[in-house]
């Protein structure tokens, strides 16, 4: 009667969990392109964007690579679980109320796992081999420096370290639409950026002239030439000069080896983020223990930068 009692409860728990995983996304995962069907260890695509072995073509031709077929990046797919010892008469509490705080804590840990896995996959180096001989690091050009004074507004103001500006947003459309990559209002178009809050700040405070350069009008009066502002952010997200700002805790962000914060920037299939398999989860009981069991949330994974073009960062003073 206990083991089937147990094995009951174990059923219960992977339904609802599987379900409130998929009620809601972790950071950024709207933001990326999702592969499911990652076969074996490794998810295999073709080099694509500007590298020095592609080469572009006249008017009316297909590009092709200047190098072997079997030139490829991989998404090699990591193992990732969250164990969370607990007691039976915790477990009877959760199953029977699936917003109970140690359902939300294994969700929560779950998500936490793939957003660190999609931020890290964005600087990695990637391998570019099917040997895996030689890897390729993220594109020089492709970085606005924590101190670019570059832009319209002079925003560094002779300053070596600054924050997030309006200048190092236009260097990024700058850089894209030199690499003549489409970008729009569509889903698949927009630039999309992670910052944190202090970035917030940051761009908030920026001026140009005499004048503030608000990022939130709570009357969404025009501001400047620029349109409209924000007008709030929901969930962690909002949508302000052609950006898709995902609000992300600052102990997701990379740093640079001057402390620096690297903000990614990116179009939605720049970028991919593989799951090899569905959500798994269980209810361990625990050896030579009565009633302590472990829930255990498991997710295999990965993520690649896939298109040169479409992957940017701007560093930002901390």
């Known amino acids: 009667m206990a083991n089937t009692q147990f094995e009951a409860y174990q059923r219960q728990f992977d339904s609802t969990l599987t379900h409130l995983a998929e009620m809601d996304t972790p950071f950024l995962m709207d933001g990326v392109v999702i592969d499911t069907d990652i076969e074996g260890q490794t998810k295999v695509f073709k080099r694509i964007g500007t590298l020095t072995g592609q080469r572009k073509t006249g008017r009316n031709e297909v590009a092709v690579l200047q190098e072997p077929d079997y030139s490829a990046r991989h998404l090699v797919t990591n193992t990732d679980y969250v164990a969370t010892p607990i007691d039976m008469d915790d477990v009877i509490k959760m199953v029977n109320n699936p917003q109970d705080d140690l359902y939300q804590e294994c969700v929560n840990a779950l998500y936490e796992l793939q957003t660190k896995e999609v931020m890290k996959g964005f600087f990695a180096d990637v391998i570019v081999t099917e040997a895996g001989g030689s890897t390729s690091s993220f594109a020089a050009g492709n970085q606005v420096a924590v101190n670019y004074n570059g832009g319209p507004f002079g925003q560094n103001s002779g300053a070596a370290n600054v924050g997030l500006n309006i200048d190092k947003l236009l260097r990024v459309k700058s850089l894209v639409s030199t690499a003549k990559v489409r970008v ?8 999309n950026i992670a910052v944190c809050e202090d970035d917030i700040q940051d761009l ?13 009008d709570k009357l969404n009066t025009l501001v400047g030439s620029f349109g409209k502002a924000a007008e709030q952010i929901i969930d962690g997200k909002f949508y302000w000069q052609g950006f898709h700002f995902h609000v992300v805790p600052p102990q997701y962000f990379e740093l640079d080896g001057s402390g ?3 903000l990614p920037v990116w179009i939605k299939d720049g970028f991919v983020y593989g799951q090899r398999t569905a959500i798994e989860s269980e209810i361990v009981k625990l050896p030579n223990t009565v009633e302590s069991t472990k829930i255990q949330v498991l997710t295999r994974h990965g993520s690649l930068r896939k298109h040169d073009s479409k992957v940017y960062e701007i560093k930002v003073n901390v």
């Open 260 to 262: 620096h914060r690297r």
């Open 204 to 216: 908030m405070s920026t001026k140009y002239g005499t004048d503030q350069y608000p990022l939130v």
């Open 184 to 191: 729009n209002t569509t889903a698949m178009n927009t630039l």
